[in-house]
């Protein structure tokens, strides 16, 4: 398995009690929310990738998921990389304020 932001996460847990550890500290970096449950399962979901397409230069047919996932990490660490240079914050800060931008 790759960890193209170089954390390691440990998930322990089901459901809402559900958290991703990061090995290396300890410390926990995903907490399940209640927030983002539905009340039931849908049977179809549809999506429209046209914002992927145009902002990442994803292409559904031609681009694994696993690419999917590695060019969005490496756009956040960029971004990341560009705001710590300017707020001076490191990247645990950065995690529990959340991608907000």
Do not use: Q
């Amino acid at each position: 398995m790759r960890y193209y932001a170089g954390i390691e996460l440990e998930w322990k847990g089901e459901g809402l009690n559900e958290v991703g550890i990061d090995k290396a500290t300890g410390r926990t970096l995903v907490e399940v929310s209640k927030d983002f449950y539905r009340p039931t399962d849908v049977v179809n979901l549809l999506g429209n990738p046209s914002k992927a397409k145009r902002e990442l230069g994803w292409n559904p047919i031609k681009t694994s998921f696993e690419e999917l996932v590695r060019l969005m990490v490496e756009h956040d660490m960029k971004k990341v990389a560009e705001e710590r240079a300017v707020e001076h914050i490191n990247l645990a800060e950065y995690l529990e304020k959340g991608v907000v931008k």
